[in-house]
């Protein structure tokens, strides 16, 4: 699976299972950073597993090109992007 920067996901596993997140970042071929701007904020994003994690088609161009750009990102921004994302479930791999 390939999953990219802006990336809209959500969790499988853990205390945080169903919650929707964006990938902030990506630590190796397994594992990625990602944040909620709410539970898990910007400044300390959790490390998921990519098989943890149920991938959208979903990127979040903003997002996407402010973290590939080295630009900081706030916590509200990724709220706000977040919750104009909607909840459709067809967009699932």
Do not use: C, W
Request: avoid cysteine.
């Amino acid at each position: 699976m390939i999953v990219s920067v802006g990336q809209v996901v959500y969790s499988k596993a853990g205390r945080d299972a169903g919650r929707k997140l964006v990938v902030i970042g990506i630590v190796d071929d397994k594992n990625v950073l990602v944040a909620d701007g709410d539970l898990r904020r910007v400044e300390k994003p959790k490390t998921k597993k990519i098989k943890h994690l149920r991938i959208t088609e979903k990127v979040i161009l903003p997002l996407s090109d402010k973290l590939k750009n080295g630009s900081r990102v706030s916590n509200s921004e990724i709220r706000k992007a977040l919750a104009e994302t909607g909840d459709a479930e067809d967009d699932f791999n």
